[in-house]
């Protein structure tokens, strides 16, 4: 098993930038793909980027393409999200998801491990 704590959430204005950290613990950090989601209230959870064990392959959600990166350090147990452009569409709770099977995916019931989630706002 592994856990996951996020943080770097906060209230910014839109065009402005956030970078998004998950720590992991427990297992091994390069068992799992690691991806972010997003989710407002009174929608469903949105996959919005993963990363591959060793961080050689990436995908993102055509919505943040160009604006995001994320990226890995194993060494530290920690996947980021580097948010640039901020929307107020992106306004949302992020959360950090572990998976231990592969292939890297977009569905989020194909995710194992769930942080409690980080707040982002983006005012205009």
């Known amino acids: 098993q592994v856990q996951l704590v996020e943080s770097g959430g906060g209230l910014v204005q839109a065009g402005g930038s956030l970078r998004l950290s998950c720590a992991a613990s427990g297992d091994s950090f390069d068992n799992y793909i690691m991806a972010w989601f997003r989710q407002s209230p009174g929608k469903e959870r949105d996959f919005i980027a993963a990363v591959s064990w060793l961080g050689g392959s990436s995908i993102y959600a055509d919505s943040v393409k160009g604006r995001f990166i994320i990226a890995r350090d194993n060494a530290k147990n920690t996947v980021y999200l580097q948010m640039d452009n901020l929307k107020p569409e992106d306004t949302a709770n992020y959360y950090c998801?572990?998976?231990?099977?592969?292939?890297?995916?977009?569905?989020?019931?194909?995710?194992?491990?769930w942080g409690q989630g980080t707040q982002v706002t983006v005012s205009t």
């Open positions: 998801a572990a998976d231990h099977k592969g292939p890297i995916t977009t569905r989020v019931d194909e995710y194992d491990y």
